[in-house]
């Protein structure tokens, strides 16, 4: 039987920072501390988190425009509620909407950008991912 594990540390939630005009998100880690947890983790492990945000209805972009490559590492999207759209300049895209994943591998050179869907973006919409 294993023993019962204690509680190392519980993190409180970060402020509140805008990427792009779609993503109202909180960046759980890396989040400057020297914690023991944070040398368990690779430094390249990161986890923002978009609580749920109403958005007014917009005929405009909502989200990241393009912007150079995650190079290097896998991005894993969650969506609890709203629709993302992922365009590339390589001409690959999708869209996951909600209680999809997606699992993207970042590529060398290739300028990317992530936004609510456009028919989504079109209406009052409550937005939810990971």
């Known amino acids: 039987m294993n023993p019962v594990r204690t509680i190392e540390r519980i993190i409180k939630a970060p402020d509140i920072h ?3 005009n779609g993503f109202r998100v909180r960046q759980y880690f890396p989040d400057g501390d020297k914690s023991p947890m944070l040398d368990r983790m690779s430094p ?15 005929p405009f972009d909502t989200g ?7 190079k290097g590492f896998e991005t894993v999207t969650f ?5 993302i759209e992922h365009k590339d300049a390589a001409g690959n895209s999708g869209v996951i909407h909600s209680g999809d994943v997606q699992w ?24 939810h991912a990971l």
Do not use: C, I, Q
């Open 18 to 20: 805008w990427v792009g």
């Open 64 to 70: 990241v425009t393009p912007h150079p490559p995650h």
């Open 79 to 83: 969506s609890f509620s709203g629709s």
């Open 44 to 58: 390249f492990l990161l986890l923002d988190y978009n609580e749920p945000y109403y958005f007014e209805a917009s």
């Open 104 to 127: 993207m591998t970042a590529a060398s050179g290739v300028l990317h950008k992530e936004s609510h869907e456009k028919e989504y973006a079109k209406r009052g919409r409550l937005f």
